[in-house]
C-alpha cells in the first residue's frame, strides 16, 4: 500500500525558514518523480514543485521560486522542501504526491498533508 | 503559464443525474489532463489521467474526454460520494497549474 506521510509543519514567522518532509512507503520511490501541492484554507490547488526520479530535474512555481528548494533521498525514501523567506500567501496545508512517471506526470498518491502557519 | 479556467464554479444537481465540468485552457496542451476529486477534509484523488485515461479503482460512471484546449469529466448516475469538489490539471508544461475548482453540491 503506498502511503505518504508529511511532517514538519507549524507556526512560523514571516521571514523565517522551515523545512518540510514526506516519509514515503510502498512503492519503489527512487522510480517516480515526486510533488509538492498546497491549499490555502477555503482555496483551490497550488502546484509547488516537482522534482524528477534522480532528483536532476527540480522545477517550481514562480510564487516560490528562488525562495523554496525542493530534494529527495533515495536511500531514505524521502522527499523534502525547504521553505525561505516565509510569507503570509504561503500559509497553507502541503501536500506531497507521487506522480505516475519518472519525470511528470498526473499525480496519483497524495499524502494527507502537513499545515504550515504564517504570523507574527 | 498555461491559465486553465473550469466551468462552472459551482454545480447543483441530483443523485442520478449526469453532469459535465469543462476545463479549458489558453493553448493546446495535446491530452496532458489529469482530473482530480477532493471531499471536504480530504487529500486529492486522482480520477482520470491524460484526458481520458480512469485511473485503478475510480468507478466507470467517471470518464474524460477532449484534445488540445478543451477537456470535459462526466459523472454519470451521480452517486452521494461524489458531491465534491473536482479540479483539473494542466502537465504539458511547467508550472503545472490548476483550474480553479468546481464545486459539485447536492440539489
Known amino acids: 500500500e503506498v502511503q505518504l506521510v508529511e511532517s514538519g509543519g507549524g507556526l512560523v514567522q514571516p521571514g523565517r525558514s522551515l523545512r518540510l518532509s514526506c516519509a514515503a512507503s510502498g512503492f519503489t520511490f527512487d522510480d517516480y518523480a515526486m510533488h509538492w501541492v498546497r491549499q490555502a484554507p477555503g482555496k483551490g490547488l497550488e502546484w509547488v514543485s516537482s522534482?524528477?526520479?534522480?532528483?536532476?530535474?527540480?522545477d517550481y512555481a514562480d510564487s516560490v521560486k528562488g525562495r523554496f528548494t525542493i530534494s529527495r533521498d533515495n536511500v531514505k525514501k524521502s522527499l523534502y522542501l525547504q521553505m525561505n523567506s516565509l510569507r503570509d500567501e504561503d500559509g497553507a496545508l502541503y501536500y506531497c504526491a507521487k506522480g505516475v512517471g519518472i519525470l511528470a506526470g498526473a499525480l496519483d498518491f497524495w499524502g494527507q498533508g502537513t499545515l504550515v502557519v504564517i504570523s507574527s | 503559464d498555461i491559465p486553465l479556467t473550469q466551468s462552472p464554479s459551482f454545480l447543483s444537481a441530483s443523485v442520478g443525474d449526469r453532469v459535465t465540468i469543462t476545463c479549458r485552457a489558453s493553448?493546446?496542451?495535446?491530452?496532458?489532463v489529469a482530473w482530480y476529486q477532493q471531499r471536504p477534509g480530504k487529500a486529492p484523488r486522482l480520477l482520470i489521467y491524460d484526458a481520458s485515461t480512469l485511473q485503478t479503482g475510480v468507478p466507470s460512471r467517471f470518464s474524460g474526454s477532449g484534445s488540445g484546449t478543451a477537456f470535459t469529466l462526466t459523472i454519470s448516475n451521480l452517486q452521494p460520494e461524489d458531491f465534491a469538489t473536482y479540479y483539473c490539471?494542466?502537465?504539458?508544461?511547467?508550472?503545472?497549474?490548476f483550474g480553479q475548482g468546481t464545486k459539485l453540491e447536492i440539489k
Open positions: 490539471q494542466q502537465l504539458s508544461l511547467y508550472p503545472h497549474n
Open positions: 522534482i524528477s526520479w534522480n532528483g536532476r530535474i527540480r
Open positions: 493553448q493546446a496542451i495535446y491530452t496532458y
